[in-house]
């Protein structure tokens, strides 16, 4: 495990997670305590997304419904009113403890979904992570009408009916509002399937011994890891009270083409927002910008474009770009200092300089690495052998986004809204990315911290505007509001 990683949370299998617990089990461990602060762990991510009033249990016959009796008897303890529906009897002995003290401390048990309020939080303690293959007919049943009365669903660990693994969904499976996953989150949530079901994602201690979570760290348990505000915040860079706008960081880019003229724009504009003093943009058929801030040069005479590439912190390359192979290839190996590739110049045969960034979405992915492959985890694997070949990294953007590091674990974010989903947000990304670079933070810190910020960035405008009216620009304006964000984040920063 490399430092960087020390602090970071490991993203398991479900039968990774079933092994260490069992491991901490037979070395002592008490299996009731376990259940009682995952339990507590799921009640307190509800107290703070809710004042009290009714709360649904779906529980069923495992452990999963044990830790749905513990989150019960904590809603009780907190002025909740608390009832459950059970399918089928409990066959651990301490959900059945836990089930007692629950109807103790004043919970009910109901036959009849139909007689909870429509729209009440509801519980989801059917299933966990022993669950693959199909749903029986009475846990469609109780889901379907779940979801007919528009229950407001947070599902424990895993939606009921996902398999944590593969990441592939039952027919009739629960389609929550919020995952609180328990000790580690499990790599089938972040499948394109698994993510589709899990809603918001929040992660809870279960009390696995520190032996044992050092062990999930290990290249032999994780699949890679979850990344939130909190492993990044640091990394913001720091400014010298006394510096000039080429030492605030000068991006240089190659973007943009009558065709594609907005992209370069976007690009610009998010690069100055992030912090960068200075943006010029090389084109071949010049366009003036809009902002007034960016600067935009030709390629001609090239006396000034050789000029200006020694003298960048760092490049951004392909937004909008429309240019053919050889020239691409030919300004491309001229760089030397760190560079963002994007969109048009991305191309399975170019040669990128080492620590390159590449920001593909799906489909440009595949042309770079010249499959069809309709399997996502296939995909990964691809992707993976890509940067450890070229030793560059690779940005897949998605409602997850994954971080290819070469010889090292995938990251995955997950951090911002699916109105994100809209034209020019990428180009926003690159530029956001770009500017960090150029303030002096390498590929790694630069493109996990860019991804994060244009992420909460992201789901703010989100809030302001709603996720069908998102556009490209409103990103870019919540920047600011975002990196404010993860300063705030960061002057409480407590080591895990």
Request: net charge negative; aromatic share 8%; glycine share 10%.
């Amino acid at each position: 495990m490399r430092d960087l990683e020390r602090d970071w949370i490991p993203i398991l299998t479900s039968e990774t997670l079933r092994a260490l617990e069992h491991r901490a089990i037979e070395e002592g461990c008490s299996e009731q305590e376990f259940m009682w602060q995952a339990g507590t762990g799921v009640a307190e991510v509800l107290c703070r997304e809710s004042h009290p009033q009714l709360a649904l249990l779906l529980v069923g016959k495992g452990n999963n419904g044990g830790d749905a009796w513990v989150v019960g008897i904590v809603l009780l303890g907190r002025g909740w009113q608390v009832k459950a529906f059970e399918l089928g009897d409990s066959v651990s002995p301490v959900a059945r403890h836990f089930r007692k003290q629950f109807l103790d401390r004043g919970g009910q048990v109901v036959a009849d979904l139909s007689t909870v309020p429509l729209h009440s939080w509801c519980i989801d303690g059917l299933l966990g992570t022993g669950f693959a293959g199909e749903l029986s007919c009475s846990y469609q049943e109780a889901i379907v009408l779940c979801h007919q009365r528009q229950f407001r669903m947070i599902s424990i660990d895993l939606p009921s009916g996902l398999d944590g693994t593969t990441g592939r969904m039952a027919q009739g499976g629960v389609q929550a509002v919020m995952t609180v996953t328990v000790g580690f989150p499990k790599i089938g949530l972040l499948t394109t399937e698994g993510w589709r079901h899990t809603g918001s994602l929040e992660v809870v201690s279960f009390g696995l011994p520190p032996h044992l979570e050092e062990q999930a760290h290990g290249s032999s348990c994780r699949k890679g890891y979850w990344i939130t505000e909190r492993e990044v915040c640091r990394w913001m860079p720091s400014i010298d009270p006394v510096r000039h706008k080429y030492q605030a960081g000068y991006l240089v880019a190659w973007m943009g083409s009558k065709l594609y003229s907005g992209s370069s724009e976007l690009a610009g504009r998010a690069a100055l927002r992030t912090g960068a003093g200075i943006v010029k943009i090389f084109q071949d058929d010049p366009i003036l910008p809009q902002m007034p801030e960016l600067i935009v040069h030709p390629f001609d005479p090239p006396s000034l474009w050789e000029k200006e590439r020694g003298r960048a912190d760092a490049f951004l390359v392909g937004p909008g770009l429309t240019s053919d192979f050889a020239v691409l290839q030919a300004r491309i190996q001229a760089i030397s200092a760190p560079v963002v590739v994007d969109a048009g110049a991305l191309h399975p045969q170019l040669k990128y300089p080492p620590q390159s960034i590449l920001t593909p979405h799906e489909g440009e992915l595949k042309a770079l690495l010249q499959t069809d492959t309709q399997h996502e985890t296939e995909l990964w694997e691809r992707a993976q052998h890509f940067v450890n070949e070229r030793q560059v990294y690779v940005v897949l953007k998605g409602a997850v986004t994954k971080f290819f590091r070469p010889h090292a674990a995938t990251c995955f974010v997950a951090l911002g809204d699916p109105g994100m989903a809209t034209a020019g947000s990428g180009d926003v990304l690159a530029g956001v990315i770009g500017a960090l670079l150029a303030q002096g933070l390498d590929s790694e810190k630069g493109a996990l911290l860019g991804i994060v910020i244009h992420s909460l960035a992201g789901k703010q405008a989100a809030q302001r505007r709603s996720s069908y009216s998102l556009i490209a620009s409103d990103i870019i304006e919540a920047l600011p509001a975002a990196m404010r964000q993860l300063i705030t984040i960061a002057s409480t920063y407590t080591i895990r």
